[in-house]
């Protein structure tokens, strides 16, 4: 495990690298402080509370302070990236929030914590003029709004049918790009439309084509963060066919339109603002 320190304080951000496969043994460890962590790629699964999740890229795994854990490498030989912003207690307390939404475990890629999880990343590789714990304390807002409203069930499924799950997220999410639909994806897990579309909902948290949809707004938020071709360029390189479609969906996703979350990206104080104030609202 490589772990880089990006940022100390109150909100502490670190980077970790992960390179455990199927052989690696598994041990039991503890959460220091609270966190929220964004899966930028890779997989892994996380076992807390007598709870299982398998987590995939765009996920994001909430830890509670104190708690023991353990995570699991038995379906994927490629490791496993994560952004991880832990919790000073006072900035828990600050935030207000109940305590079991600080006990949440693994959440499924959910588009609104997306889009702010690539703004992160692209603060941490200078492609953004976001402060990489600006971006973190945004996440953890935007998660905070949500926690009341989605819970997601502890994942039961064999260990056979959380390996192609996994599998065929990992694939989407390498092929997100192309024309895909749910027929030619259930085909590469070797399984009937329907039965793959119920195994794959109850192991990752969300339907192929929303794992699809959302794997291109995590693409279009990398390179709108760090790219300077026009946003009809930026849809058609992350997958999506129609603009407007593309227009609507990030903007539901990043509280935004890509053009102004461009602008965010970059540094403009005012669509900052924007977007602070849209998640105060939520939160309240």
């Not at 996920?59 to 302070?65: E, F, I, K, M, P």
């Not at 949500?146 to 799950?165: F, I, N, V």
């Not at 963060?225 to 539901?252: I, M, Q």
Request: hydrophobic share 45%.
């Amino acid at each position: 495990m490589q772990v880089a320190h990006l940022h100390r304080g109150a909100l502490s951000v670190l980077d970790f690298r992960c390179q455990a496969g199927p052989h690696t043994p598994s041990a039991v460890e503890r959460h220091d402080l609270t966190s929220v962590s964004y899966v930028r790629c890779g997989s892994f699964g996380y076992r807390a509370r007598g709870e299982s999740f398998e987590l995939v890229a765009g996920s994001v795994l909430v830890g509670h302070g104190g708690d023991e854990f353990v995570c699991t490498h038995e379906h994927h030989h490629g490791g496993d990236e994560c952004l991880s912003f832990k919790l000073a207690a006072e900035l828990v307390d600050e935030f207000g929030a109940r305590p079991r939404h600080w006990q949440a475990g693994g959440l499924p890629p959910l588009p609104e914590l997306m889009v702010l999880g690539e703004l992160a990343q692209a603060a941490v590789t200078g492609d953004s003029d976001f402060g990489v714990d600006e971006a973190g304390l945004l996440l953890v807002g935007r998660y905070l709004a949500l926690a009341g409203q989605r819970r997601r069930a502890p994942l039961q499924a064999q260990a056979r049918d959380r390996r192609r799950a996994v599998e065929i997220a990992l694939w989407l999410d390498e092929n997100a790009h192309e024309d895909i639909d749910l027929q030619a994806t259930a085909a590469q897990a070797g399984l009937s439309a329907w039965h793959f579309l119920r195994l794959f909902a109850r192991v990752v948290g969300v339907t192929p084509h929303q794992y699809l949809l959302r794997a291109r707004l995590r693409r279009a938020a990398q390179l709108l963060a760090g790219d300077e071709r026009p946003v009809t360029a930026v849809a058609l390189d992350a997958g999506f066919a129609d603009l407007s479609n593309f227009v609507r969906s990030f903007h539901r996703a990043a509280g935004l339109p890509p053009r102004h979350f461009r602008h965010a990206a970059r540094g403009d104080r005012e669509r900052i603002a924007a977007l602070a104030r849209r998640l105060d609202r939520r939160r309240h």
